[in-house]
């Protein structure tokens, strides 16, 4: 991750490999969440390398959201989700990016809403799960949009 220390000292970063697919669980998709020292350095590295073609494709490059939008709680919605999809594979599809402390698929009589809520450890687990999942995963073949909706929790489906 050289391409970011070119703008200013890089405190952590954590890689984050995932089926691209539940199609074609053979190929992988990689993330990192890149923690610089200096926000403006952040920022200038975001404005030159999102959207910079490299052998994989273009990079997608972001800020990750200040700690006064995350609701200071480690808690995702996740929408989109197959309706036989149980809490167990909810835990282990989001065990990959950090500690599970809590999977619910949201249900009525019985029967899932396609949607639900998973509790992390850390925020910086959410951001990491975020950056991979959201729009980038399709578990769903019977829509139009079959790709994963994954952002901080604000009271959606229940």
Known sequence: MKE??????????????????????????????VVMKNR????????DLHRKETLGGPLLVKE?????FRDQDAKLFVGMLPVELEEHGLRQLFSTFGIVEEAVVMRIRGHSRGCGWVR????????????????????????AHPCLFVDFSRARCG
């Open 4 to 33: 970011f220390s070119r703008f200013g000292e890089v405190n952590s970063i954590q890689l984050v490999s995932r089926q691209e697919s539940v199609m074609n669980p053979k190929t992988l998709k990689h993330s990192a969440l």
């Open 40 to 47: 403006n350095d952040a920022l200038d590295a975001i404005t």
């Open 64 to 68: 990750a959201r200040s700690r006064a």
């Open 120 to 143: 992390m450890k850390t925020v910086q687990s959410c951001e990491m799960a975020i950056m991979s999942l959201n729009g980038q995963l399709a578990l769903r073949t019977d829509t």
